[in-house]
């Protein structure tokens, strides 16, 4: 698999804005809330040009039932693919073009992980550069090792995350 990294683009926000709306087609009442997260809903961050959705279910169990039609969206239903209340999907093959991680509105810290670091990186636009850098840095090192590109940015995304968490538990503080 080709790793690529390209320039924000406005137009991820529309491609969140359309997918969503056929996911929430979907999970209709089963769905609390979605959210763009990941890399391409931070304005300026350099990104692998795929649109990472979040809806937050009431009951993850449920969301099994709905596998069919994913799939007729062109989604492959990977299940937990190793992480605890998850159900992840992904769209486009080796081209991939959306992820969507699904967590129970009840699973507090994994939805609040993936908020907290898109607004700090949203907040914070020297680290969302750092990140950037380091994301070329990684695939002009490894164009064709999506692994090796991951495991790359593994310190950098802990030390993120953590920041990102500090920092919101000052801001609640306030």
Request: charged fraction near 35%.
């Amino acid at each position: 698999m080709n790793v690529v990294v390209t320039e924000y683009n406005d137009n991820w926000r529309q491609k969140f804005s359309e997918e969503s709306q056929r996911i929430k087609d979907i999970f209709v009442d089963e769905l609390i809330d979605i959210h763009h997260i990941g890399s391409t809903s931070v304005p300026g961050l350099k990104s692998k040009p795929i649109i990472d959705i979040m809806p937050v279910v009431k009951d993850i169990e449920k969301i099994d039932s709905f596998n069919g039609r994913m799939e007729e969206l062109g989604y492959e239903c990977m299940g937990e693919l190793g992480m605890n209340g998850r159900r992840y999907f992904r769209k486009g093959g080796d081209n991939r073009t959306h992820q969507v991680h699904v967590f129970q509105g009840d699973n507090k810290e994994d939805i609040t992980r993936h908020l907290v670091v898109r607004d700090y990186l949203r907040s914070h636009t020297d680290e969302a550069n750092r990140y950037g850098v380091l994301k070329e840095s990684l695939v002009k090192q490894f164009p064709r090792d999506i692994e090796a590109y991951m495991d790359g940015k593994d310190e950098f995304v802990k030390e993120l995350e953590s920041k990102a968490l500090s920092w919101y538990k000052m801001s609640k503080e306030r």
